[in-house]
T-cell receptor, first 112, second 111 residues
Framework: ETGVTQSPTHLIKTRGQQVTLRCSSQ?????VSWYQQALGQGPQFIFQ???????GRGNFPPRFSGLQFPNYSSELNVNALELDDSALYLC???????????FGSGTRLTVV | KQEVTQIPAALSVPEGENLVLNCSFT??????LQWFRQDPGKGLTSLLL???SQREQTSGRLNASLDKSSGRSTLYIAASQPGDSATYLC??????????WGAGTKLIIKP
């Protein structure tokens, strides 16, 4: 059983650019969620997908968007990058509310 | 709006001591509560998951309790070791199926 894998592990982008982060869910998990974690803080919920449909969104602007694919892998897209978007982006998957979430190692995004 | 608070923000203890980390939440309408460990610059490792109907869960030297009515959870670590040094985060799965997080407790175990 493979866990949650995220790519890339590190990324440096210029302000105004666009970025796509990828996540492969753990086998058998149909729910995936994304979080932004600034240095020294707890993660902040961005959005969640269940069977390819968005079923929850946190307080993030529309330039943060996502997709979930039929194999339950997922992408997080961020347009018009800002310096404050620099953070660790975490992906988590779950097979249901009774089973908790499994997290990937994250993508460290630096916007310069 | 659900809010999660963790106290203390940082804790430093000698090796071998037993210790307790605290997590409180404002809305008791949760599905479960999960404790995680995070090493510097790394992702999150799940330690214990407590369903809303449960009172506690144990794994090795770790024991987590949940008192949903009072909005509190504790993580007890027995016989602490230097390898336990990390940031410990708690998160509740709220009524909207969103994980709401505390800011974490940074734990340092001194050899």
């Amino acid at each position: 059983e493979t866990g949650v894998t995220q790519s890339p592990t590190h990324l440096i982008k210029t302000r105004g650019q666009q970025v796509t982060l990828r996540c492969s869910s753990q086998s058998g998990h149909n729910t995936v969620s994304w979080y932004q974690q600034a240095l020294g803080q707890g993660p902040q919920f961005i959005f969640q997908y269940y069977r390819e449909e968005e079923n929850g969104r946190g307080n993030f602007p529309p330039r943060f968007s996502g997709l979930q694919f039929p194999n339950y892998s997922s992408e997080l897209n961020v347009n018009a990058l800002e310096l404050d978007d620099s953070a660790l982006y975490l992906c988590a998957s779950s097979s249901g509310q009774n089973y908790g979430y499994t997290f990937g190692s994250g993508t460290r995004l630096t916007v310069v | 709006k659900q809010e999660v608070t963790q106290i203390p923000a940082a804790l430093s203890v000698p090796e071998g001591e037993n210790l307790v980390l605290n997590c409180s939440f404002t809305d008791s309408a949760i599905y479960n509560l999960q404790w995680f460990r995070q090493d510097p610059g790394k992702g999150l490792t799940s330690l214990l998951l407590i369903q809303s109907s449960q009172r506690e869960q144990t794994s090795g030297r770790l024991n987590a309790s949940l008192d949903k009515s009072s909005g509190r959870s504790t993580l007890y670590i027995a016989a602490s070791q230097p390898g336990d040094s990390a940031t410990y985060l708690c998160a509740v799965l709220d009524s909207n199926y969103q994980l709401i997080w505390g800011a974490g407790t940074k734990l340092i175990i001194k050899p």
